[in-house]
T-cell receptor
């Protein structure tokens, strides 16, 4: 069974600070995808990144970076020089390949609410 | 860029009424999903649909819920007799392979 844990319920930072959002996952499958989504106050889910289980390279996209470590089953997300517009709920998610060959449902963590204070 | 489209964006319905939430998945996708998010809570899986049948459903997806893909393009979620606790944001998603694409959601308010 797949499980995603986001231990940080809420984080507040002052603008321009760096912040890391933690994500720990559990899966018995060797083939899986990990995702991060942003949910602003308007409610939609904004896709940020996906990473498959065979690609442990860290990724940087502007102020965003992701650290995928299979050894610790973690997929952490860092925002550098945070801005007020980064205030949102961030969800980490996981989907397994499954025995049937198709991908299973996406399982979400409970989310981390980030508040960036000006 | 292709996207998943959900209508309506917001629906208000009276308790006990039937409601149908509509989704147009990305055209070449094969797997379809409905998720629910009660305000302030996590995004919960409801049901997955593949090859014209339900492939998995959660314990939330009881007899009051049903899904259909009536015409090869739309994917609908029906709630037969809405309850107050069905008030939530409902997300549709579709996928071809690993990446799941989510719609913008329908906010259902049951009064």
């Amino acid at each position: 069974a797949q499980k995603v844990t986001q231990a940080q319920t809420e984080i507040s930072v002052v603008e321009k600070e760096d912040v890391t959002l933690d994500c720990v996952y559990e899966t018995r499958d060797t083939t899986y995808y990990l995702f991060w989504y942003k949910q602003p106050p308007s409610g939609e889910l904004v896709f940020l990144i996906r990473r498959n289980s065979f690609d442990e390279q860290n990724e940087i996209s502007g102020r965003y970076s992701w650290n995928f470590q299979k050894s610790t089953s973690s997929f952490n997300f860092t925002i550098t020089a945070s801005q007020v517009v980064d205030s949102a709920v961030y969800f980490c998610a996981l989907t397994e390949r499954g025995n049937s060959g198709g991908y299973q449902k996406v399982t979400f963590g409970t989310g981390t609410k980030l508040q960036v204070i000006p | 860029e292709p996207e998943v489209t959900q209508t309506p964006s917001h629906q208000v319905t009276q308790m006990g009424q039937e409601v149908i939430l509509r989704c147009v998945p990305i055209s070449n996708h094969l797997y379809f999903y409905w998720y629910r998010q009660i305000l302030g809570q996590k995004v919960e899986f409801l049901v997955s649909f593949y090859n014209n049948e339900i492939s998995e459903k959660s314990e939330i997806f009881d007899d009051q819920f049903s899904v259909e893909r009536p015409d090869g393009s739309n994917f609908t979620l029906k709630i037969r007799s809405t309850k107050l606790e069905d008030s939530a944001m409902y997300f549709c998603a579709s996928r071809l392979d690993g990446e799941a694409f989510f719609g913008q959601g329908t906010r259902l308010t049951v009064v």
